[in-house]
């Protein structure tokens, strides 16, 4: 083309594309400009057009698509279609126009520049690109631009080269094992570039200590580069710039460090600069390079760094962060306002002190240089005075990281420093002493995990004190129970003056007081209620740090808090103090709820603590109240507490006398209606009081006597009044609380599931009639969830009915119906074919032929990817039919159907394999679990059926899955490990017939690919296998994708 034509061409082209981003275009005009510019990218000299372009124009949007198309090139056509001249042509003025104008370019020109010469380095270096990797290196050792852009060209070639992650572009597998031989054997001089660049720019910083060497032996704190004490601003020119090289240069390490063999290629003298820099993040601009170098060291603490010298390693990082931390709270280099702004630096650095302490702290406990109280005392000063609560989250995350590596007899030693943990978290969760944080914090919106901000702050603040409890349980909950004592006089004397605070002049402060007072009192008696394992707990790690920490002492403290907390519920059952308080009736609500939960934790622990029997049988009376119906209804929270509080001493305190006559009105009540409470409570209320009628079984002398007596009679009795309305008020409306009640006993003991389904049984018959009735069509989402809960907790004491059910089961769902509907009845028939009790052709059990039928008639055929719940419960049920009911389809003895049942095998395995090809994933997950428990217990890959007939394809859809890559690719490891279960049946066969059949069946390949395809390695283990298989899958991607782009259409050739 000659100059006027190009110049032509270019301001067309330029046109267009400003066309194509202006506002006003409209959606129709931007296809055609699309249309066209892909015309012209498949033309087979578009590459001569970009080339001219790129040298010509200044425009950002004609530079991209110049380059992008380029890229397309590279990508598509390097390989099959360029000539070696043709490529060294691009590949020429591609780097010209890079050095040319790597100063004056936009950064992402720049970048887009730099990754198309990686990605020609990527097929040729280095037999026509030798000079790849010596450019960067060269380019690194410059200064100013030429070093920055050395750095872009560094970390994309870590990027697209190295091993670290699967790019995406299609390569053979020698090429890549190539690719990072080379990248290895040019690091050593790319990290000592990167490494003189760093320490250049630290003594520029103002400074004049450079980080030490590796000869200087294990180094002092002295010895390190003091910049938080010595930095200042240095206003140049080049400020911004230097920062940008330091900062680019430290992600570029990060990079490397994610994939290189680190204790070969990673000097110590390189990580301790690196963390230098991430030690700066008081001085002005250099926040991004702080972040960036403590991003480094984590990367290299995450994949366990360990050089030849690791222990002065640790010791090195152990000085570096001792520095930073001192720094940081001596005095406080960050006010308030700084470390808002400097989040996500406090977030890494709490995260490199959790690896930190995680990997060297028990290893450095043995040097002499290694002062762990002192460590641990900036530690705590960091913890505490971070003002950002979610930081402060983080910084517990490091404790219990601490927690997690001590051993018993390390208590004493560390005893001091967890006793302050404690103290100091009880007075970070007190409104009296961090109001000024916890006022802020969201106790209203509901994140993804159902929790409010201020839950999960206050859940990890009590997670931490309980992990110290493990380790000091009667100290701990010593220290909780004082302040504890305290808040519980304040909230007595309160309720005793009618829930208010003082009047007067100072009403307003003592109204605040109180407030605070009471709000701490909540939050303190949540920490008791989850002291309690830890306090009681069988085992004691040895300690003697403040007195003789022994079981009676401990079971002395807890039935202290026990006989105070009954007390104060006792009398807010009687005085309802949040009736009378209005001011404050939120929080002497919140303090009751919680006071109900504690107890709930402690009665589980209330024989072993030697609570007085009255004391439990107080804790009863005063949660009924709650429960009963009021004229002024009691708040939900305060309901619902009272139930679970009832649930628990239902389920684990055995009463002296008739728990049912304690619970008096509610029992009557409950055989009515608790339509007065919320549902939720409600559900809660009949399991309780079912388990107080349940707790009685077994007192009789025997275990045949389970199912008489009066406990039985009575839960019989309210399972009776429950079941009764459900003829006349309609299984929409009478099922569900049955359903949840099912739900909750699932794990009850057997005695009490005897009694549970002779209760239900008369439920269970009207419910099963009106399946079969369409007037309540409309109902059957509520009867299906019903008898699913049914046979999900009391299959096997429904006895006959079960399989009747079944039989009605497989009749219904022939009639169509709701896809939900089905689901779950396919589900109730399958927890009847696990269950056992064989159909066959005898009297009961579920009917194998029927169930075969239900699945190739009605179920699969509406297995579809817009029901994946239905298909899912589907391949369920055949699966379990295949494992549970193989004899049927291989019977021991002659019963005239064995040819009829092998078509049905051979119809259920081709069912089986056809879900492999789905998209669905859980789905692909059920089935090679079935397939590995049907190979594991019944031999299936061995089985001449399968090994004739099924074998080759089951192996050619897993390989083919297995080349998709994609989403199957988070069940590659169960697919190969099927695969190699399936091969190793026959591996000779596997190798020198299978592979060869399977690879002539794949379209795209040239002859020459297949003969190297099917030199398959002989290796027979699992682990060789497995990479074996991957590098032939890719190799096949990668084969096809060069000859599907030799075949290219004419357009792209002419």
Same mark, same amino acid.
């Given at each position: ?18 066309? +194509? ?37 200044? /425009? ?79 380019? #690194? ?44 054997? @040019? ?108 991003? *480094? ?63 060297? +702290? ?12 002192? +460590? ?109 004592? $305290? ?59 403040? *007195? ?64 007085? %029997? ?74 309780? #009081? ?16 389970? *199912? ?40 009850? /003991? ?17 419910? #099963? ?29 429904? @006895?006959?009915?079960? !399989? ?12 169509? $119906?709701?896809?939900?509907?089905? =689901? ?19 009297? @009961? ?42 004899? !049927? ?14 078509? %049905? ?46 074998? $080759? =394809? ?70 060789? +296998?497995?990479? /074996? ?26």
């Amino acid at each position: 083309m000659s100059d006027m034509e190009v110049s032509e061409a270019l301001v067309s082209l330029e046109a267009l594309m400003s066309e +194509f981003f202006a506002p006003t275009t409209s959606n129709l005009r931007k296809r055609e400009i699309e249309t066209m510019l892909e015309n012209f990218s498949k033309h087979r000299d578009s590459w001569r057009h970009c080339l001219l372009f790129l040298q010509k124009s200044e /425009n950002q949007y004609v530079l991209m698509f110049t380059l992008t198309t380029l890229e397309n090139i590279i990508n598509r056509q390097w390989v099959s279609l360029m000539s070696d001249e043709e490529k060294t042509e691009i590949r020429l003025t591609l780097w010209n126009e890079l050095m040319a104008k790597h100063e004056v370019m936009q950064y992402f020109i720049r970048n887009k520049l730099a990754a198309l010469m990686v990605s020609i380095a990527r097929y040729d270096w280095p037999h026509l690109y030798p000079d790849f990797f010596s450019n960067i290196v060269e380019l #690194l050792r410059c200064s100013g631009r030429r070093c920055l852009l050395g750095l872009v060209l560094a970390q994309a070639a870590s990027e697209e080269l190295g091993a670290a992650r699967d790019t995406g572009v299609l390569l053979p597998s020698a090429r890549r094992c190539q690719l990072e031989r080379l990248m290895l054997k @040019g690091v050593p001089q790319m990290l000592a570039a990167l490494s003189a660049i760093l320490e250049k720019n630290a003594q520029n910083e103002g400074h004049s200590n450079p980080p030490p060497s590796p000869t200087s032996g294990i180094p002092q704190t002295s010895a390190l580069p003091d910049l938080l004490v010595n930095a200042h601003d240095v206003h140049t020119a080049d400020k911004a710039l230097d920062m940008e090289i330091v900062v680019k240069c430290l992600t570029t390490l990060q990079h490397l460090f994610s994939w290189l063999p680190l204790s070969s290629h990673v000097p110590p003298t390189l990580v301790t600069t690196v963390f230098y820099w991430g030690s700066v993040a008081t001085q002005t601009q250099s926040k991004e390079a702080a972040l960036a170098g403590l991003g *480094g060291v984590c990367e290299l603490l995450y994949r366990r760094y360990a050089p030849p010298s690791s222990g002065a390693t640790a010791l090195r990082l152990h000085h570096c962060a001792l520095r930073l931390l001192r720094h940081l709270t001596h005095p406080p280099l960050l006010t308030p306002h700084e470390s808002v702004l400097y989040v996500d630096y406090l977030n890494k650095l709490a995260e490199f002190l959790k690896l930190f302490i995680s990997l060297h +702290f028990k290893r450095l406990e043995a040097e002499p240089e290694f002062d762990a109280i002192q +460590f641990l005392s900036y530690l705590f000063q960091f913890t505490f005075q971070v003002p950002v609560c979610t930081i402060f989250v983080n910084c517990l995350d490091i404790w219990i990281q601490f927690i997690d590596i001590l051993k018993p007899e390390d208590t004493v030693k560390y005893w001091e420093a967890l006793r302050g943990l404690v103290e100091g978290i009880l007075n970070k969760i007190q409104f009296q002493h961090n109001k000024a944080q916890l006022q802020h914090l969201d106790n209203e919106v509901y994140d993804d995990d159902g929790e409010t901000e201020w839950q999960t702050f206050l859940k990890h603040c009590i997670e931490c004190i309980a992990r110290v409890a493990e380790l000091a349980p009667l100290d701990v909950f010593t220290c909780v129970l004082e302040r504890w004592q $305290g808040l519980a006089g304040v909230h007595a004397r309160a309720a005793g003056r009618g829930g208010g605070g003082a009047g007067g002049a100072g009403g307003a402060a003592d109204g605040e007081r109180l407030l605070c007072a009471l709000l701490d009192l909540a939050t303190l008696t949540r920490v008791a209620g989850r002291l309690a394992p830890a306090l009681l707990a069988d085992a004691e790690p040895c300690r003697a740090a403040a *007195g003789a920490d022994s079981a009676a002492a401990r079971a002395a403290a807890g039935a202290a808090l026990v006989e105070r907390v009954a007390a104060a519920l006792g009398g807010a059952a009687l005085t309802r103090p949040h009736r009378a308080a209005h001011q404050h009736a939120h929080a002497h609500v919140q303090v009751h709820a919680e006071m109900f939960a504690c107890m709930g934790a402690w009665c589980v622990h209330a024989a072993a603590c030697g609570v007085p %029997q009255h004391t439990v049988e107080g804790l009863l009376a005063a949660a009924v109240p709650f429960l009963l119906p009021h004229e002024l209804p009691e708040p939900p929270l305060l309901c619902h507490a009272a139930a679970h509080l009832l649930l628990s001493l239902s389920k684990n305190v055995k009463f002296t006398g008739d728990p049912v006559a304690q619970a008096g009105d509610l029992f009557q009540h409950a055989q009515r209606s608790l339509h007065y409470l919320e549902p939720k409570t409600a559900g809660v209320v009949r399991e309780a #009081l079912l388990w107080l009628c349940l707790s009685r079984l077994g007192s009789g002398s025997g275990s045949g006597s389970g *199912g008489a007596g009066p406990g039985a009679e009575a839960a019989r009795a309210l399972l009776a009044a429950w079941t009764a309305p459900l003829p006349h008020a309609g299984p929409a409306a009478a099922l569900p609380p049955l359903t949840a009640l099912l739900h909750a006993n699932a794990h009850a /003991n057997t005695q009490a599931k005897k009694v549970i389904a002779e209760g239900m049984g008369g439920a269970a018959e009207t419910a #099963l009639r009106m399946l079969c009735e369409p007037s309540c069509a409309s109902a059957e989402p509520e009867i299906t969830e019903f008898f699913l809960a049914l046979f999900t907790a009391l299959l096997p004491q429904l @006895g006959a009915f079960a !399989y009747t059910a079944i039989d009605v089961f497989l009749d219904v769902a022939q009639r169509g $119906g709701g896809e939900s509907g089905l =689901e779950r009845l396919v589900e109730c028939v399958r927890l009847g074919v696990e269950a056992g009790g064989g159909g066959g052709g005898g009297g @009961g059990g579920v009917r194998e032929a029927a169930v075969l039928a239900l699945l190739q008639q009605h179920a699969l055929p509406r297995a579809t990817l817009h029901a994946p719940g239905l298909a899912r419960a589907a391949h369920r049920l055949l699966a379990s039919l295949l494992i549970h009911r193989w004899r !049927y389809f291989f019977p021991t003895k002659c019963v005239g159907e064995e040819e009829e049942r092998l078509q %049905q095998f051979r119809g259920a395995l081709s069912a089986l394999g056809r879900a492999l090809l789905q998209p669905d994933i859980e789905l692909l997950r059920i089935n090679i679990n079935a397939l590995e428990t049907l190979n594991t217990k019944w031999k299936l890959y061995h089985k001449p059926i399968f090994r004739s007939e099924f074998l $080759g =394809e089951f192996l050619s859809v897993l390989l083919a899955g297995l080349g998709e890559g994609g989403a199957r690719a988070l069940l590659r490891d169960e697919a190969l490990a099927a695969a190699h279960a399936m091969a190793c049946v026959d591996f000779p066969a596997f190798r020198l017939a299978f592979l060869p059949h399977f690879l002539r069946q794949l379209p795209g390949l040239q002859p020459e690919h297949l003969q190297q395809l099917q030199q398959f390695p002989p290796d027979t283990d699992l682990p060789t +296998f497995t990479q /074996n298989i991957q590098r032939l899958m890719n190799d096949v991607n990668c084969y096809r994708a060069y000859n599907s782009l030799s075949g290219a259409p004419s357009d792209m050739l002419s």
